[in-house]
């Protein structure tokens, strides 16, 4: 089993929806979190990064992050043609290795 | 634009022979990692130097190899290529261990 799991997807919703992404993990010793944007053929581009339990909101993005269930969440409000694109969940513990998750699809249909 | 630059872009080879590819990290970052993403194994870390030296190692081949020079940027040499070691490459780098990490381009390696 993967220390991160993630729906590969791909998740389609209608232009200005809320998109809704999450990711589960298995390792407690994981702290920090972050979601990643990639499109197609290109370096995945950091969106939101958070420590430890808690929401946070920036812009159209919410991450979320329940240490107790492990599991965490991204949320896109009024969601664009552009943000389509996949997802990437990565998280870390007091070390530096990364570790992400397969990654999510998602397709904003204008 | 990350900051983070790799060369080439794009590079084709055959079977059993080496390359090099290359990453400038952002201006004032002193950690770089290597990543291999391909289609069925998704995102996996490489190995990570700071300031010159070896910090961890993850899921890489002895095949591969990787080098921090001086001026902080990185190497990755991979040798006796196979078909299976086609895939994007990425860089990534921070200011220091467990600050952020931003990627660079990729670099897109096709073994025929």
């Known amino acids: 089993q993967k220390e991160v799991e993630q729906d590969p997807g791909p998740l389609s919703v209608p232009e200005g929806a809320i998109v809704s992404l999450n990711c589960t993990y298995s390792n407690s010793a994981f702290q920090y979190f972050m979601w990643y944007r990639q499109y197609s053929r290109k370096g995945p581009e950091l969106l939101m990064y958070?420590?430890?339990?808690g929401n946070k909101e920036d812009g159209r993005f919410t991450a979320q992050v329940d240490k107790s269930s492990k599991y965490i969440s991204l949320f896109i409000r009024d969601s664009q043609p552009s943000d389509s694109a996949t997802y990437l969940c990565?998280?870390?513990?007091?070390?530096?290795?990364?570790?992400f998750g397969g990654g999510t699809r998602v397709l904003v249909k204008p | 634009d990350s900051g983070v630059t790799q060369t080439p872009k794009h590079l084709i080879t055959a079977t059993g022979q080496r390359v090099t590819l290359r990453c400038s990290p952002r201006s004032g970052d002193l950690s770089v990692y290597w990543y291999q993403q391909s289609l069925d194994q998704g995102l996996q870390f490489l190995i990570q130097?700071?300031?010159?030296?070896?910090?961890a190692k993850g899921n890489i081949l002895e095949r591969f190899s990787a080098q921090q020079f001086p001026d902080l940027h990185s190497e990755l040499n991979l040798s006796s290529l196979e078909l299976g070691d086609s895939a994007l490459y990425f860089c990534?780098?921070?200011?220091?261990?467990?600050?952020?990490?931003?990627f660079g381009p990729g670099t897109r390696l096709l073994v025929l």
């Open positions: 990534a780098s921070s200011v220091s261990p467990s600050e952020t990490q931003y």
């Open positions: 130097y700071y300031n010159g030296e070896e910090r």
């Open positions: 958070t420590y430890s339990s």
């Open positions: 990565a998280m870390r513990a007091a070390g530096n290795k990364l570790t």
